[in-house]
């Protein structure tokens, strides 16, 4: 709280952050904007009253730290924002009503997105095999029920390339949604569980296609936990360093592709050249959006915003489906793919959005 207190205070309200928050751009809300998020924290933080427009300004953030890329202070605000919903919920404002059934969807059948947990093997294309590894390749909920290209051509291009990997049948969630709700102690209970079932497997490391669970095994857990003895990578990057060693792999087949980077790839890890060379390497002219890498615009799945506010969400992704120059879009993300792809579709966008590992399976494959 005292580190929360100072990066508040450091705040000299210089409004950089203004103009890169898509949710500031999109409404012309002052009180969406980061600058009064962070002041929406301290009046949490103070006691003070807390309006219904308060409590939305901080579940309608994406965490897509658009704003930290400019600020000349380098406040953490996301961090600031995952404090104040925390806060929120031991003050009984939070969760919202929505955001309360997802997670009991998580408790109830191991997943964010209802999916039926008898069908969350539905897209692998062959048998389970039983192998034990001790790296597991952990699909995610969107992967595993609503974005199943993510999940099997994941698979397929990780086998094609001799990566040893083990999957689990009843894989459950990562938990990354409780956390972003701000229940932390449930999700402490859940964090620990997973932590439990994959020592008991002898697992040391994982590969995972979606970047909520990159997100938060990588740092929500350690955060809450105080360790996660698990090395994470994700599975574009899993997929670089084994095709770097040969590029020759993977046999090159012309088409002209617009990447989108993913706000936790991008801006959180730092991760944009890797799938451009992919990309690359399997015959892509790869082009970029007029704001890509630490620019790319969000594409409005981020932070829980997307179940909660969907219009919202929807606005930024027709804003960003706009800007590409191209009519297919590819992704590293599984949230970007679903929420790119749904708004594409309701909105009547002519554009195609592809998973990257399609991209590389193809090549693969051919």
């Known amino acids: 709280m005292e580190r929360i207190v100072d990066q508040i205070a450091s705040c ?112 692998l294309p062959e048998a389970r095999p039983h192998q034990e590894s001790e790296t597991l390749l952990f699909l995610g909920c969107l992967p595993s029920y609503l974005v199943k290209d993510a999940a099997s051509d994941s698979y397929l291009a990780l086998k094609r390339l001799g990566i040893d990997y083990m999957i689990l049948e009843d894989e459950g969630c990562c938990g990354t949604y409780i956390y972003e709700a701000g229940d932390i102690d449930l999700a402490r209970e859940y964090f620990q569980r997973n932590v439990d079932r994959f020592t008991s497997l002898g697992i040391k490391n994982l590969i995972v296609p979606c970047n909520g669970c990159l997100k938060c095994f990588k740092y929500f857990y350690p955060e809450v936990l105080g360790e996660f003895p698990f090395q ?35 801006r959180g890890e730092g991760i944009t050249e890797e799938p451009r060379e992919l990309l690359s390497w399997c015959g892509a002219e790869v ?14 799945s981020g932070g829980g915003i997307r179940s909660l506010y969907r219009d919202l969400s929807t606005e930024m992704a027709s804003r960003l489906l706009k800007m590409a120059p191209g ?31 399609t991209i590389v399976l193809d090549s693969l494959q051919n």
């Open 327 to 357: 009519d297919t879009m590819v992704s590293a993300c599984p949230f970007c793919t679903f929420q790119l792809r749904a708004t594409a579709q309701g909105k009547e966008i002519n554009k195609d959005v592809v998973y990257f590992s």
């Open 12 to 123: 000299t309200e210089c409004e950089e952050c203004m103009e890169s928050c898509p949710t500031y751009q999109i409404t012309g809300e002052k009180l969406f904007s980061p600058m009064h998020r962070l002041q929406t924290v301290q009046t949490v933080l103070e006691g003070g009253t807390v309006s219904e427009q308060m409590v939305e300004s901080l579940y309608n953030c994406p965490k897509c730290m658009a704003c930290e890329t400019v600020c000349p202070v380098e406040i953490k605000i996301s961090q600031i924002v995952d404090a104040g919903r925390r806060m929120l919920v031991q003050k009984g404002l939070g969760p919202l009503e929505r955001g309360k059934r997802i997670i009991e969807g998580i408790l109830k059948k191991g997943n964010a997105v209802n999916g039926d947990p008898a069908k969350r093997l539905d897209w």
């Open 287 to 300: 082009k970029d959006t007029e704001l890509n890498r630490e620019q790319a615009p969000c594409c409005g």
């Open 232 to 266: 994470v990578s994700h599975v574009v990057k899993v997929i670089y360093d084994a095709v770097k060693k040969d590029p020759s792999l993977l046999d090159k087949m012309e088409r002209s592709l617009v990447y989108h980077d993913a706000c936790r790839l991008a």
